[in-house]
């Protein structure tokens, strides 16, 4: 790793739907959770597409079709065309078609998502391991009906030598009832029947981020997520900036602990977040300050949050008792956080400061 580590989230004058042409948003935890419209989501995402931004929606899931994830955008008021959808099936099934001869079978343990991605590159999917001339195992989400005699066909095939590819590896699913075991789960039950090791398309991993890229024709593509480990970590790989949104599995703490490859260029509560630019965050004789808020790392070992005093009397105070928006606090600790940690991990407390901004 040659490039240097993110040390604060970057300033933008324009607003972010305008400084890149297309967004690329992760859908669990930033578009919708559990089926239903995040806060905010439709309309911040009808703005920014009415005001020019190209929006691409890319997911991991390799279950559903672009068809079926368009139409359940479409029936939460955000009007998608399929080919606005990329999922890691479409990824996994490129990255076998460069790999088989054109019309090759595919041995398919999963849903429709991964057999229509695969008719899409002029692969045949089947259902056998005992298929003539099979020339590749793919292995996604199935969903939970999934019967588990299909693991036993994937690792028959892939126990006599056939290469063995995976959508993603997400371990779990999150959904309306809790967490459910994903495809990495999945995964990991035919590795233990064949100790082999498939080839993954998904986030956080370069062909889904290709995929992306090659879909969209995006020139200046910013990743918008929720998650550290693919959505953050794919732009890291893919050499994009990203904006971490906060609706869905991270909270601020393990912002603060991100390593180099989990720290997004920009922070923000939801998908608003597209629509304004991002204060600068700017080093200072005590430590980072942003906005209201100056963070201090403390030789106690200790991240304090401090009011700026020339933040003014007249500013409304907020619930968080500072002046100032609290993610600009949580933008200055991040700065602080970072610049601690260099290319490992913080180790400050935080946890008073984090209390105070009320995140
Ligand atoms: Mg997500």
């Not at 977040?273 to 080093?283: D, Y």
């Not at 002046?323 to 290319?343: F, H, M, N, V």
Request: overall charge negative; aromatic content about 4%; proline content about 6%.
């Amino acid at each position: 790793m040659t490039r240097q580590s993110r040390t604060s989230p970057a300033a933008s004058e324009q607003s972010l739907h305008q400084a890149y042409d297309t967004a690329l948003l992760d859908l669990d935890g930033v578009v919708y959770a559990g089926g239903e419209a995040i806060a905010y989501a439709v309309e911040s995402l009808a703005a920014a597409r009415a005001d020019g931004m190209h929006l691409a929606y890319v997911t991991n899931n390799a279950l559903r079709t672009p068809d079926a994830v368009a139409e359940h955008l479409g029936e939460l008021g955000i009007p998608t065309e399929a080919a606005e959808v990329i999922t890691s099936a479409q990824a996994v099934a490129r990255l076998i078609a460069e790999q088989v001869e054109p019309g090759s079978k595919v041995l398919v343990i999963g849903g429709d998502g991964l057999r229509v991605a695969l008719r899409e590159r002029g692969l045949v999917p089947v259902d056998s391991a005992e298929e003539e001339g099979l020339a590749a195992v793919v292995q996604g989400y199935g969903g939970p009906d999934l019967p588990w005699g299909r693991f036993a066909e994937a690792s028959y095939a892939i126990n006599r030598g056939v290469p063995w590819f995976a959508s993603n590896t997400d371990l779990t699913i999150p959904g309306a009832r809790g967490i459910a075991p994903g495809n990495g789960a999945a995964v990991e039950v035919v590795r233990i029947a064949t100790g082999a090791e498939p080839q993954v398309a998904g986030k956080p991993l370069p062909p889904m981020h290709r995929e992306t890229v090659l879909r969209t024709g995006a020139e200046r593509p910013l990743v918008v997520g929720d998650r550290l480990d693919t959505d953050i970590e794919g732009a890291f790989n893919g050499e994009v900036d990203s904006l971490l949104v906060l609706t869905g599995v991270t909270d601020a703490e393990q912002l603060l602990r991100a390593e180099p490859r989990h720290r997004p260029t920009y922070v923000d509560r939801d998908l608003r977040g597209l629509l304004t630019g991002q204060p600068e965050v700017e080093p200072c004789a005590e430590g980072f300050r942003c906005g209201g808020w100056t963070a201090v790392a403390t030789n106690g070992g200790v991240l304090e949050l401090r009011e700026n005093a020339e933040s003014g009397a007249d500013e409304e105070v907020t619930e968080a008792g500072g002046t100032g928006d609290p993610l600009d606090g949580l933008r200055a600790l991040c700065a602080a956080a970072w610049t601690a940690a260099g290319d490992g991990v913080c180790t400050l407390d935080a946890a008073k400061a984090l209390a105070r901004l009320g995140l």
